[in-house]
């Protein structure tokens, strides 16, 4: 598993969106190293990660290997997350996640709570897809597997992926991103969608975690609004809400000095 890591202090692990990659908290990784040892993976078969998995396959038992190998999963997501954990010798991290980081995140947490110092929930959502949701992904895995992903799927995303204030007046922004999408590979983006559409509802492990939990929501944000994220927060006990204004669904690129400065605060809390 490829990952980025910056700076020194509490572990924070960092879990991207799709369909991008790491670097997609380059510049708000900027605002928090000096406070948090940042780490930043690349899910499977996204950005430089492979999509079988192998080093985790090596250092796991037979039985696991064959689950972390097998259909395309969240859970499997998560299993690569706690692999790379143990590989870095890290018995517990403040857990980050935006959209399906989100859901790996909560992943992890169904697997292993007490690796969990501390969850950052960002533009993401507890609850599993309809059945409209889940068909509509199975059709984008379908086609970025026949066609690959190049043009459409930039042009099918970006609408919802960025805020309206970003469109109007953070083009460099658009292209940043347009240029993520266009660079995930199609398996990978066909495996991640399938493991999406069948993720489980996560509302009782939510419910269920008592440790410090901050809840960030682009006011712009189309795909999980800010209604979404206060749900979440309410089912959190210790659950906290910020919202950006002038973001969508990804405020650590649309905005990285604003997601930034909301995180600290909360990081310091946690010493």
């Known amino acids: 598993m490829h990952y980025i890591e910056s700076g020194a202090g509490t572990p924070l692990v960092l879990l991207h969106a799709f369909p991008a990659d790491a670097r997609m ?5 900027a605002g928090l190293e000096e406070q948090a040892r940042v780490i930043a993976p690349d899910q499977r078969g996204l950005g430089e990660s492979p999509l079988d998995g192998s080093w985790a396959r090596s250092l796991a038992e037979p039985d696991d290997a064959g689950r972390v ?14 692999e790379l954990l143990d590989r870095l010798e890290l018995p517990k991290v403040v857990l980050g996640g935006c959209s399906m980081g989100g859901y790996v995140a909560m992943g992890v947490l169904r697997a292993a709570p007490q690796r969990v110092a501390g969850l950052l929930l960002v533009d993401t959502k507890a609850v599993a897809d309809d059945d409209e949701q889940r068909a509509n992904r199975l059709e984008v895995a379908d086609r970025a597997e026949r066609e690959g992903t190049s043009g459409w799927l930039a042009d ?10 970003t469109h109007e007046q953070r083009p460099e922004v658009v292209a940043r991103v347009r240029e993520l999408v266009e660079a995930q590979p199609a398996d990978g983006v066909a495996w991640a ?6 993720r489980p509802d996560s509302t009782d492990v939510l419910r269920a975690y008592t440790g410090p939990a901050l809840v960030v929501v682009g006011e712009e944000d189309a795909l999980t609004p800010p209604e979404h994220a206060r ?13 950006l204004p002038g973001t969508g669904h990804l405020p650590p690129v649309e ?15 946690l010493g």
């Open 25 to 29: 908290w380059d510049q708000a990784r």
């Open 69 to 82: 190998a097998g259909h395309p999963s969240i859970d499997a997501a998560a299993a690569d997350v706690l």
């Open 156 to 165: 099918s995303t970006l609408p919802n992926l960025l805020g309206r204030t």
């Open 231 to 243: 749900g979440l927060a309410d089912v959190l006990p210790a659950g906290e809400l910020v919202t």
């Open 255 to 269: 905005a990285p000095e604003e997601f930034a400065a909301a995180v600290r605060p909360w990081l310091a809390e």
């Open 193 to 198: 969608q399938r493991a999406m559409a069948s």
